[in-house]
């Protein structure tokens, strides 16, 4: 949606305009809320930070699923056991990239002080 769109949507007929409600995020300047490249970054990054962990969750519960459903076949609680491993291994590193760089973030960001 362009903001000409917004502008003539708050029009009405006769000339007069509706001022936008400061209050409301989006539509209170009517301007994009993507001042630099990491505010347009750092959301997408929350997204797949979110969707890495539901797949890795999703992962270990599968394999948890087929440990519980393998009826003492070795060949299938070792694939369900690989499964499981490689979920939790997953998490870790999902979980570390999250934070290192949550991290990396509060130092690169430029607020006067120590990043402490």
């Known amino acids: 949606m362009n903001l000409k769109s917004i502008q003539l949507a708050l029009q009405f007929p006769g000339g007069q305009t509706i001022e936008p409600n400061p ?6 300047s009517l301007k994009p809320e993507f001042k630099d490249l990491a ?8 997204i797949v930070f979110y969707v890495a962990v539901f797949l890795a969750f999703f992962y ?3 394999g948890a699923w087929a440990y519980i459903f393998a009826s003492g076949n070795k060949e299938n609680l070792a694939k369900a056991r690989a499964r499981i491993m490689w979920a939790l291994i997953g998490l870790m590193v999902v979980f570390s990239a999250f934070f290192i760089a949550k991290f990396a973030s509060e130092i690169l960001t430029p607020k006067g002080g120590l990043p402490f």
Request: aromatic share 18%.
């Open 60 to 62: 270990f519960v599968w």
């Open 23 to 28: 209050n409301i995020p989006g539509l209170g």
């Open 39 to 46: 505010s347009f970054i750092s959301p997408l990054l929350n």
